[in-house]
């Protein structure tokens, strides 16, 4: 046989044919090593250490001189009693499946072979003890090293049956789509599934998962959950199910809320097997085209997570589902109570007006005025919860018109200044500068700056409350400013929400209502405490005609 070396002062490369130069070469390379050996095998590689008098020697010589000994193999139930002997001619000895040929690495000298065979010495090798080369075969070893599992672990599993756990990582879709149909074949008892968008829902109907679906649960009997967001398509499959006995109670659709979607779809099959898949481009038509990276494993641990969160988000779904119909409901009776609360509203009203132009005695006069007062507050009640359900259904209606602000400022401060006769220490002062013109809906508006006129007065004992309206970068600003108590730091958070109120008399819907017509015009509204601490001043923006 032929030596091939390649020589560079004492550097040296070689690549070594024949049994007699290969084992020398090997015995040599051991005898050098004084601190460690690091060496990996293939399945092949226990026996030839074990049987082979001078690799054994070899090993054992290391171990005498100190040094220690890391070596990784493919523990099979074919090389199972060899690598049992094996793990006590070294320090430590792990597993890792399906790596080929050897390399073996010490502080200095690297050598690697392809060719194995069982219990039989190594007839081909290449040696080098070139820097360069012992890293990289240290690189490739620590590599290696840290995705092996300890010997004793896998001749465990081996010897009990077990099936070694895994976590893999999968980049190729095609194999995704083709590892998804083989674990559906495979169910045998639950299939849980949870599609990200409902894009990804009808991707893979079309692609035939769902039909493949429906056949497994006819031909071996398995049941289905399927959580998905809704779509015309994901509910006409729903509707086609429906009509499919075979599938009566055994497939089960449940509609995932926008709050709990992910970018994940997930696959659970018999609590056995998980596969987790991203969707990278979800405006694709193929699933081919749409899926990123997936993790396909049947750890215990790693399934079992991917369970409970299923049910989890299965058990939150039922839940959005109980609390929509329960909304609804609310919503209908609210609307229901608002409109039957007006209708006899408007003839107290008038009824009690008519009878106070008739009333001359002041004392009278006054018990006429006090039920005109909170009929009044009841209408405005009802109006509220009404303008409430239109905002919430999205069928507030706006009539825009141009008009000067200032002069629904000005009604709405004689309108507020009759709520604070009898207060003789609190004023409103007005004083309009010039023309503030916009574009909106004239007794919206209007009813936004009497709301916030009104809440200025609930907390303001005394002082003064200055609306005023100015225009600066193409905004008309509207401000109402008190000296009242200011805003509680508590209520902050949620100022313009529903119920937000501190107030023993207010609901808390004038400031939703206010923000909702705002927004619906292009503009903001806020609110801030004054700097010299008292009071707050409520503002909002609405562009310019």
């Not at 090593?33 to 290391?62: L, N, P, Q």
Request: glycine fraction near 6%; aromatic fraction near 6%; include cysteine.
């Amino acid at each position: 046989m032929v030596s091939l070396s390649v020589r560079n002062d004492r550097a040296l490369t070689e690549m070594l044919y024949g049994a007699e130069k290969a084992v020398g070469r090997g015995i040599e390379f051991m005898s050098n090593a004084k601190k460690r050996m690091d060496i990996y095998f293939d399945t092949r590689g226990a026996s030839i250490v074990v049987e082979i008098d001078a690799y054994r020697k070899g090993y054992e010589g290391i171990r005498k001189r100190g040094g220690r000994i890391r070596a990784i193999t493919d523990i099979t139930k074919e090389n199972i009693r060899y690598c049992k002997r094996l793990a006590g001619m070294v320090d430590e000895l792990r597993h890792l499946s399906d790596i080929k040929g050897g390399i073996a690495v010490t502080e200095g000298e690297y050598m690697a072979t392809t060719v194995l065979a069982k219990a039989k010495p190594l007839t081909e090798v290449i040696y080098s003890n070139v820097p360069e080369m012992v890293r990289q075969g240290q690189y490739i070893f620590d590599a290696f090293w840290e995705k092996a599992i300890p010997a004793s672990e896998r001749i465990r599993e081996i010897e009990e049956g077990i099936k070694p756990e895994f976590i893999e990582t999968i980049k190729d879709p095609v194999r995704i789509q083709a590892l998804a149909y083989d674990i559906l074949k495979g169910a045998r008892k639950e299939v849980l599934i949870m599609f990200s968008t409902a894009n990804a829902f009808q991707r893979q109907e079309r692609a035939g998962a769902l039909k493949l679906l429906t056949k497994e649960i006819e031909k071996v009997g398995i049941t289905a959950k399927i959580l998905t967001p809704f779509s015309d398509e994901v509910r006409s499959f729903v509707e086609r199910l429906a009509r499919q006995p075979q599938c009566a109670g055994r497939i089960v659709v449940q509609h995932v809320h926008p709050a709990s979607q992910t970018t994940t779809s997930l696959l659970v099959v018999d609590s056995t097997y998980s596969l987790a898949v991203e969707v990278k481009d979800d405006t694709k038509e193929t699933s081919i085209e749409a899926m990123g990276l997936a993790t396909f494993s049947n750890s215990k641990a790693t399934v079992q997570t991917y369970v409970s969160i299923f049910n989890t988000l299965w058990k939150q779904a039922q839940l959005y589902e109980q609390l929509e119909v329960h909304d609804r409901m609310q919503k209908e009776f609210i609307d229901i109570a608002a409109h039957e609360l007006r209708s006899p509203m408007q003839p107290i009203i008038g009824m009690s007006e008519i009878l106070l132009h008739r009333i001359t005695d002041e004392q009278n006069r006054e018990l006429v005025n006090i039920i005109i007062r909170n009929a009044e507050r009841l209408r405005q009640l009802s109006e509220n919860i009404l303008d409430v359900t239109r905002i919430e259904s999205r069928s507030l209606q706006m009539h825009k018109e141009s008009f000067d602000v200032n002069q629904v400022i000005g009604k709405a401060v004689e309108d507020a200044r009759s709520l604070i006769v009898h207060r003789d220490r609190l004023r409103i002062s007005f004083a309009p500068k010039g023309c503030v013109s916009v574009n909106a809906d004239r007794a919206r508006i209007a009813q936004v700056i009497y709301n916030l006129l009104d809440n200025a007065i609930k907390f303001t004992k005394e002082g003064t409350i200055l609306p005023s309206a100015e225009v600066i970068d193409g905004f008309a600003i509207v401000s109402i400013r008190d000296s009242g108590r200011g805003i509680d730091p508590e209520i902050f958070p949620t100022l313009f929400s529903k119920f937000a109120s501190k107030s023993e008399k207010g609901t808390g819907l004038g400031l939703f209502i206010a923000k909702s017509v705002v927004q619906s015009h292009g503009g903001k509204i806020w609110a801030r405490n004054n700097e010299n601490g008292k009071g707050a001043t409520f503002a909002f923006s609405l562009p310019v005609a």
